[in-house]
């Protein structure tokens, strides 16, 4: 397996995202974790661009020893003179220097010829190995330069002392298949390459940063740089993470890999995310929530019976704890069974189960993900009604306006087995519904308490509604969950209502030896 390097520029690159400003502790605190992440280079700023960050490039290079720190530097002899102020403390002191090869660029931004372009890079590559025991020279734009003009300063500035030639793919513009063709080119045509080493940089503008980086890697490139969570520059570079467990995922492929401590991936990327407050997408690759979840049926059934039906990568490779089977409108019959035995629920009859999945998938049309506690609501809910159930709510219809009476209409199925509908008015819409049932039950009932709560956060969470009522002379305490209030407040009163029914029938005397 040939081993590629890992350079790391979410502290300079990275930081070049719009919006993101990172301060010094940010900065260090980012640059210690990429070192126990196991990086093998970290880009820790461009120490010539602020005061700021020469003090965090300085910092970083003086507390990291088992990574090479290096910082960015324009092809001018002050920018490297300041690089090397911050980083000649550093266990292996590195430059990163730059200049524009791209027609583009030499004309309307450097304002120089080709020739000069060599002359200033071969002039501050030899500048800086005065100083540097290694020096990187990048060819920005390379993807967008003429190839003949690559191997031209790149065998210039190798014999001029540098060591990595990195062809940076600045605008995200380049295939696949062009970016290993280019790379292999370079490998072939430059006369000194075995004294270097070839590394890639891409951009995602065009979303295929990782796959170029890959693909240069096919072509030969011995280093890619990345940063974490794919942030940089526009669309950013290519993400760190997606490319070294492709890398070990399909090393049978490409036949490299990285010496990254790959579960230390998740941490990293979810430091980077809040403090650069750049959120991972749910459906990003490997770090996103969602890279281990499954909320279908026919996956998650084929998860139950074999991981790898369905799961490339394991969660524990990248520091996840577990892979997460999601409870939602698209799951089947074999997760919500394995959802019981995990909450406990071990001696379920196939009725119970039955009924509660019906429940649960009505729970699930209204609601986007069925948590742990919903489905200890529904189990309770079934186990308590199906050993007392007298009355049973078929359907509710409120009317309530400001400036009307509020009106309740219930279908409810009777202990006799008949259906009935009532209708009542009430000062609220709650009261309107006990006004209700309490004619359909045709006697007298008190309500002596109400409480209501939500079962876990959010806009579509179950709402559970507590209450006791006295019915004749004896009181009860009821429970009813749904996703809409009224409909909960309905089921809990008659609930209350058939436990005082069924402890008559069983001719038990106390209210107090039924717990909610
Ligand atoms: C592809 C990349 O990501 S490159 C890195 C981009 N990162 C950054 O720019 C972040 C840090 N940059 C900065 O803080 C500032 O731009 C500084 C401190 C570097 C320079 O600031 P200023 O002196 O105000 O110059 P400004 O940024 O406006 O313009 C850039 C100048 O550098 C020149 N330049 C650009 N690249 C290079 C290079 N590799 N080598 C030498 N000069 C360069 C430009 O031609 C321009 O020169 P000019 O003033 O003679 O026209
Ligand atoms: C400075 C270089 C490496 C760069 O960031 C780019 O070309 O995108
Ligand atoms: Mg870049």
Redesign the pocket.
């Given at each position: 397996m040939r081993k590629i390097n890992v350079f790391d520029t979410t502290l300079?690159?990275g930081e070049?995202s719009p919006g993101v400003s990172l301060n010094f502790e940010e900065k260090v605190e980012i640059g210690k974790q990429l070192e126990r992440l196991g990086t093998d280079i970290i880009e820790a700023g461009?120490p010539?661009?602020?005061k700021g960050?020469f003090e965090a490039v300085k910092r970083i290079s003086d507390l990291v020893s088992d990574s090479s720190v290096t910082g960015?530097s324009?092809?001018?002899q002050k920018?490297i003179d300041v690089s090397w102020e911050a980083l000649k403390n550093g266990a292996e002191p590195r430059l990163h220097?730059?200049?524009?090869t791209s027609p583009v660029h030499m004309k309307y931004?450097?304002?120089m010829t080709p020739d000069q372009v060599v002359e200033?890079a071969v002039e501050?590559v030899k500048y800086a190995r005065q100083r540097f025991p290694k020096v990187q020279f990048s060819a920005?734009?390379a993807c967008r330069s003429d190839w003949d003009f690559l191997v031209r300063i790149t065998e210039q500035v190798i014999d001029a002392g540098a060591e990595v030639i990195n062809l940076?793919d600045?605008v995200g513009y380049i295939t696949p298949a062009e970016i290993q063709e280019m790379f292999t080119y370079m490998k072939e045509n430059v006369r000194n390459i075995e004294k270097a080493n070839l590394s890639a940089h891409c951009h995602d503008d065009l979303g295929m940063a990782v796959a170029n980086s890959l693909a240069a890697v096919e072509g030969g490139a011995d280093q890619v740089e990345c940063a974490i969570n794919g942030i940089g520059?526009r669309a950013g570079n290519a993400s760190l993470e997606e490319i070294a467990v492709a890398l070990h995922i399909r090393g049978d492929y490409y036949k490299a890999k990285t010496d990254l401590t790959l579960n230390e991936v998740k941490r990293t990327s979810a430091l980077v995310s809040r403090v650069t407050g750049m959120q991972v997408p749910n459906n990003k690759a490997v770090v996103g929530d969602n890279a281990f979840a499954h909320e279908s049926g026919i996956h998650q059934d084929g998860m139950l019976k074999e991981k790898s039906t369905y799961e490339i990568i394991t969660p524990e490779l990248v520091g996840v704890s577990s892979n997460r089977m999601v409870l939602g409108k698209h799951s089947g019959r074999h997760a919500f069974v394995e959802k019981l035995k995990e909450l406990g629920y071990h001696n379920t009859t196939e009725e119970e189960v039955k009924r509660v999945f019906t429940a649960f998938k009505a729970l699930a049309d209204k609601k986007k993900e069925v948590s742990d506690e919903d489905i200890f609501a529904l189990m309770t809910e079934e186990k308590l009604d199906s050993s007392t159930a007298h009355y049973e709510l078929q359907s509710l219809q409120v009317n309530y306006g400001t400036h009307n009476i509020p009106t309740a209409a219930l279908t409810v199925a009777a202990p006799d087995g008949e259906v009935v509908e009532e209708a009542a008015t009430g000062s609220g819409s709650v009261e309107a519904v006990y006004n209700t049932i309490e004619r359909i039950v045709g006697d007298a009932i008190t309500l002596k308490d109400y409480r209501i709560q939500s079962i876990t956060g959010g806009e579509d969470a179950l709402a559970e509604v507590f209450v006791t009522v006295r019915l004749n002379d004896e009181e009860a305490p009821g429970r009813g969950t749904a996703h809409d209030v009224l409909e909960a407040s309905a089921k809990a009163y008659i609930h209350a209502v058939n436990r005082i029914l069924s402890r008559r029938a069983e001719g038990m005397e106390t209210a107090e030896t039924l717990e909610v």
């Open positions: 300079r690159d070049q461009f010539a661009s602020s960050d960015l324009r092809s001018l920018d220097v730059f200049l524009a931004k450097l304002g200033n501050s920005e734009d940076p600045t520059e």
